[in-house]
């Protein structure tokens, strides 16, 4: 059976992407505890709020809490302040709050797509980088150790 292509995706491929639902993985123990949690959350977000939006924000969220340590010492030789790395800690909570939320709100409004799964996954994907220079940064880590981290 031949598929016609006119881009990236075969007109095969666009027919699944219509097909495509998501599925996610297991709960665990604190995901049971934490839904009690996020479930208030979402009920404070009102339904014009769109789930890419909650996405975005809290990646926002990862990218200025990096920002305010580049602020202190870029050459991750420096001392950072520790009222930086309390700031950086609760941006990544908001971060993990809003990414365990916009499924939910995207689920509510009836808006889930694969292309916000994919701009999910692609701000997760992103947030690690900032994660682990934050970690770097805490830990002092040098140069060389960074470069190795980022590429594991």
């Not at 995901?31 to 924000?57: G, H, Q």
Request: charged share 15%; with cysteine; proline share 3%.
């Amino acid at each position: 059976m031949s598929t016609i292509t006119k881009g990236p995706i075969s007109s095969e491929g666009l027919k699944e992407l219509d097909n495509y639902k998501y599925h996610g993985g297991e709960w665990t123990s604190l995901d049971r505890v934490m839904d009690i949690f996020w479930k208030f959350v979402i009920s404070l977000i009102p339904e014009w709020v769109a789930p890419n939006l909650i996405t975005f924000i809290g990646w926002l969220s990862v990218v200025f809490s990096y920002m305010i340590i580049l602020m202190h010492d870029a050459t991750m030789n420096g001392v950072v302040p520790n009222w930086c790395f309390f700031v950086t800690a609760f941006c990544i909570f908001f971060y993990s709050t809003l990414d365990a939320i916009d499924g939910k709100q995207a689920r509510r409004t009836n808006s889930s797509s694969p292309l916000g799964q994919l701009f999910d996954h692609g701000c997760d994907s992103f947030s690690m980088t900032f994660f682990i220079l934050a970690i770097c940064q805490a830990g002092q880590v040098g140069d060389h150790e960074v470069i190795l981290l980022l590429m594991v």
